[in-house]
Structure formats: C-alpha cells, structure tokens
C-alpha cells in the first residue's frame, strides 16, 4: 500500500463540506464505505476475514488463529460528529499498511498477525463508547445492549444480528495505533507515544428541580432557579478540577421548558470526570458533587445524581510496552480517553497502545491532525512491534 495517496483519498470519506469535519456514524454510508474498503483490501491481501455479529471484523495473516497465538492490531472507522479524518481510521489504514511492510521484507512469521476493525467505538450512535469491543469481550451482553437506541429510535438489535462473538478466540495479544488526543508528543518532541495506561474515567447525571414561573413577574428572591446551582456547580467543577493530573466537564445540559420568558424548572446535566488514579477521580467527584448539593440547598432546589458509568483505569502490559519502544523518537505517556484497547486489557488480552503526535492537541474536531513524517514513524514502529511479536514462540508478556 502506498500510504499517502490511500490516506489522502480515505481522509475526506464523511465529509460534506470543507472545514467541517468527517462525520462516520457507526451504520452511516461514510463508516460503511470505509468498512467495505477495509474489506476489499483484505481479500486482495487474501486474509482469512472474520466477522462477528455485531459488525466487528479482522482480517488474519497466516491463517486464523487456532490456540491463544494471534497477534492483533484495530482501531475503529466511526467517528464522532464532524470529528477529525484521524481518530480511528489511522489505526486500522496504519495497520494494514504495517501488514504490508511485513510481507513485503518477507519476514518469517510464526504467529497468525490479524489487522480488526471495532464498530461504535465512540457510541456517537448508540450512546456507549467502545460498544463493539465490549460486546465482542463480553463485557457487555447482548440481553444489555440491544435495546439500546439511536436517536431516530432505532434499537441496536434492528442494526446488528446480535449472539455471541468468537472474534477475539485466538488473540494473543493486541496493540492499537491511534492519534494522540492532546500535545503531550509535541511538547517532548516525540512523533510515536506508547501508553502505559488510561485513566479512570466516571459519568454522572446531575438533575436540579426548582419551580418554573414567569421571568418577569417573579421577583428574584422568591425564585427556586435550578440554573443558579447548575451554574455554580459548573464553577466548581472547574475550580476543583485545575490540576494537571484532573478533568471535569459538564458538556451537556437540558433546560426545561428552555423558554425565554420562563424561569427553568429543571435543569438535567451531565459530568464527565476523569484523572490519574482512581483515589484522585473518586475525590474529585465527591468535592463536585458536594459543591452542587450546597449550591442546590442555598437555591431551594432539589438535586439529584446518578452514576450512568464508572470505568476504572486500564492497565497496558508493562513486557508490551517495553517491547514497543524501538523507535529512537517515542515516549512513554498515560491516556486521558478510553479506547478498544483498554477494553481489550480489561478483559485480559495483553495490550498496548502506539499513539502518533497530533501538534494541534484537538481531537472530536475538524483539525485534528498527524504529519505524514509522523504516520509513517507510526507505521515503522507498529510494524517493527508486530514483525517482532509474530516471530517470537514466547511473548513473554506480564498479563497472565
Ligand atoms: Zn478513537
């Protein structure tokens, strides 16, 4: 594969206009373009391709893995709406690319080396970050997941065939290349990063319930506002939130009736807490979560909360990493945001990530953005990990 002129043609499937963004929902004719392209490349690569029924797919070098001896590589397709060309789609497109380099030095191989492509990875569609990983692991039932719904009310079950998944049967261990979400790389002046870990990570809904009434003739003292304890709230989260090694965030919020002249009744909004260690996030969230329910009691308004999700920190395979670090520019970083990798190390695959220097630190936005020196040093160092993965009988790995 010639990598440049693939990415510079794969790079603008899902986008409508310029300067917006891609936007490859999982289902969407962009993701499923996207699919059917990865598809094509490994049948013309003659890779025995397996799908499970929930759309997640890999395509094995070497034959299919018979006992626990697969070397994997995947990332996603899906993005989030009007998200950058990178996030996901460089990790799949790297790994085929990867594969290539392989075959072409014609190294020998011991290992069946399998390049897997994860559905709903960002849960833009239904909801859950990682769905595909977590189902094809288990950690996620199907009885669980497929009522869950889009938008349009269209259940999981209506889109996917559901049952159980054999996918990852024979995986040895995983490694996903992905763009950094953030300047870490750039400001060590490293082009590859292998992470070591990802932060925990909570989601919490805050519901505030005061009285609604008219805007203009209730005086302001005689108010129950739920905006006023939402506001402070949000204050907090960001006062408390300060340290380096802290994230908190309230990214969405509702106001009924969101009427002009109306004081709101209730106000229902969402935080999103993370940071480096599970002490440090459950402090973070106990410091927010009391700063709003004093801010609740001071407005005469009630509040409720509830945990939606609670994700603790994942931990990569030490012996992985350390293998990874072949290249002469990569660093060793930690993960503020989840992906399949993690899923994957949850459940007990050994796994490892290789991200790749991202100098505008966005990501979820249209300019993010990888060099293309970069995507090859990418490219160099995934292949040289799987090339040494697959040529070795013992791995030697940390994760039992
Ligand atoms: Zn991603």
């Known amino acids: ?29 962009p993701e499923r373009e996207l699919v059917n392209w990865f598809r094509g490349e490994c049948a013309s690569r003659g890779l025995d391709t397996v799908t499970d029924p929930f759309g997640n797919m890999i395509g094995w070098f070497g034959g299919r893995p018979r006992g626990r001896e697969g ?44 390049v897997g492509v994860f559905v709903e990875e960002e849960g833009s569609r239904f909801g859950q970050a990682c769905l595909g990983s977590r189902l094809a692991t288990s950690a996620l039932s199907w009885s669980a997941a497929r009522e869950l719904r889009d938008a349009e009310g269209v259940a999981l079950a209506e889109v996917a065939e559901g049952g159980e998944s054999a996918l990852l049967e024979g995986v040895a261990c995983a490694v996903e290349l992905h763009i950094e979400q953030g ?5 060590l002046g490293a082009q590859v990063g292998i992470v070591d870990r990802i932060w925990p990570h909570g989601r919490f809904r805050f519901e505030f319930l005061g009285e609604g009434n008219h805007a203009g003739s ?36 509702l106001v009924h009736p969101n009427s002009t002249n109306s004081i709101p009744r209730s106000v229902v909004a969402w935080l999103d807490a993370r940071a480096d260690g599970q002490a440090e996030l459950d402090l973070l969230v106990a410091d927010i979560i009391r700063a709003a329910e004093l801010a609740a009691t001071e407005g005469s308004v009630d509040l409720t909360i509830a945990v939606e999700s609670m994700s603790a920190e994942s931990r990569f395979d030490r012996r992985l990493a350390e293998r990874s670090v072949t290249h002469r520019r990569s660093v060793t970083v930690s993960s503020c945001a989840g ?3 993690g899923v994957l190390a949850d459940a007990g695959i050994p796994a490892t990530m290789l991200l790749v220097r991202n100098p505008t630190g966005l990501s979820h936005a249209p300019s993010e953005h990888a060099s293309m020196p970069d995507c090859l040093a ?11 993965l697959a040529s070795t009988s013992d791995l030697a790995l940390d994760t039992p």
């Open 378 to 388: 990418g490219i160099d160092a995934l292949a040289s990990l799987l090339r040494g």
């Open 1 to 29: 594969m010639e990598f440049e002129s693939t990415w510079a043609e794969l790079s603008t499937v899902g986008k409508v206009r310029a300067g917006d963004g891609v936007t490859r929902l999982f289902g969407s004719s």
């Open 183 to 187: 300047r870490q790389l750039d400001a």
């Open 71 to 114: 070397v994997l590589t995947a990332s996603h397709f899906d993005s989030v709406p009007q998200g950058g060309a990178f996030d996901g789609a460089l990790g799949v497109v790297s790994g085929l690319a990867a594969l290539d380099r392989i075959r072409d030095a014609g190294a020998a191989v011991e290992r069946p080396i399998g």
């Open 339 to 341: 992906h399949d990798a």
């Open 218 to 253: 209730t005086p302001v003292d005689q108010r129950r506002d739920p905006v006023l304890p939402y506001a402070k709230a949000v204050l907090a989260a960001r006062e408390l939130a300060s340290a380096p090694n802290l994230r908190a965030t309230f990214g969405r919020v």
